[in-house]
């Protein structure tokens, strides 16, 4: 996978983080250090679950060697289809949180970074290397976090946040897609 895969799939996958700080900020305003520990809370889950799937798809890699593209193409369609159904279903003021409660901001921040601990598995399965994926995905989720607290604070419309969850899904879906025209390439 490309660097530009890569790229695309933590965009993804950090919407989602974008998120949960937007409805926090939006919901109960936040300060710049509480930016910050959002912020650092949602990169840290997301690049360790991306590590520890990625280090899961080691222990049975070998049985699933003639599967794995294709797993991998699955995965990313149905997470990204299912991504798009939650941005539909969930009403926003549903999905906001008082991210200023420590054990409030770990739960968030454990709830937001499954998806990225599936990918994690998906692409250790097709040997994309742990480095440079993961902090990437780290930091793109620092910094759309960042991003949606100070959007929460000035835009007044809580339909962004599903919006940003609606693109994610169709990011790691175009994904998918991309893997598959690899996939048929390389057979």
Same mark, same amino acid.
């Given at each position: 996978?490309?660097?530009?895969?890569?790229?695309?799939?933590?965009?993804?996958?950090?919407?989602?983080?974008?998120?949960?700080?937007?409805?926090?900020?939006?919901?109960?305003?936040?300060?710049?250090?509480?930016?910050?520990?959002?912020?650092?809370?949602?990169?840290?889950?997301?690049?360790?679950?991306?590590?520890?799937?990625?280090?899961?798809?080691?222990?049975?890699?070998?049985?699933?060697?003639?599967?794995?593209?294709?797993?991998?193409?699955?995965?990313?369609? /149905?997470?990204?289809?299912? /991504?798009?159904?939650?941005?539909?279903?969930?009403?926003?003021?549903?999905?906001?949180?008082?991210?200023?409660?420590?054990?409030?901001?770990?739960?968030?921040?454990?709830?937001?970074?499954? #998806?990225?601990?599936?990918?994690?598995?998906?692409?250790?399965?097709? #040997?994309?290397?742990?480095?440079?994926?993961?902090?990437?995905?780290?930091?793109?989720?620092?910094?759309?976090?960042?991003?949606?607290?100070?959007?929460?604070?000035?835009?007044? #419309?809580?339909?962004?946040?599903?919006?940003?969850?609606?693109?994610?899904?169709?990011?790691?879906?175009?994904?998918?897609?991309?893997? /598959?025209?690899?996939?048929?390439?390389?057979?």
């Amino acid at each position: 996978m490309s660097m530009q895969g890569i790229i695309i799939i933590a965009l993804g996958l950090s919407l989602i983080s974008f998120s949960m700080a937007f409805l926090s900020s939006f919901f109960k305003c936040q300060d710049l250090p509480g930016t910050l520990k959002i912020s650092f809370f949602q990169a840290a889950f997301q690049a360790a679950m991306y590590t520890l799937g990625w280090l899961l798809s080691l222990s049975f890699k070998g049985w699933l060697t003639q599967m794995a593209w294709p797993l991998v193409i699955f995965i990313l369609v /149905m997470l990204g289809l299912k /991504m798009l159904l939650v941005s539909r279903k969930a009403k926003p003021a549903e999905k906001a949180f008082d991210l200023s409660q420590f054990r409030i901001l770990i739960g968030v921040s454990l709830a937001a970074s499954i #998806n990225t601990f599936i990918i994690g598995l998906a692409l250790g399965l097709i #040997n994309v290397d742990l480095i440079p994926a993961m902090p990437v995905i780290a930091l793109a989720s620092f910094v759309l976090s960042i991003l949606g607290v100070i959007l929460g604070k000035v835009s007044g #419309n809580v339909k962004y946040s599903q919006l940003a969850e609606a693109l994610g899904g169709f990011l790691i879906i175009f994904m998918g897609i991309m893997l /598959m025209v690899e996939y048929i390439n390389l057979l």
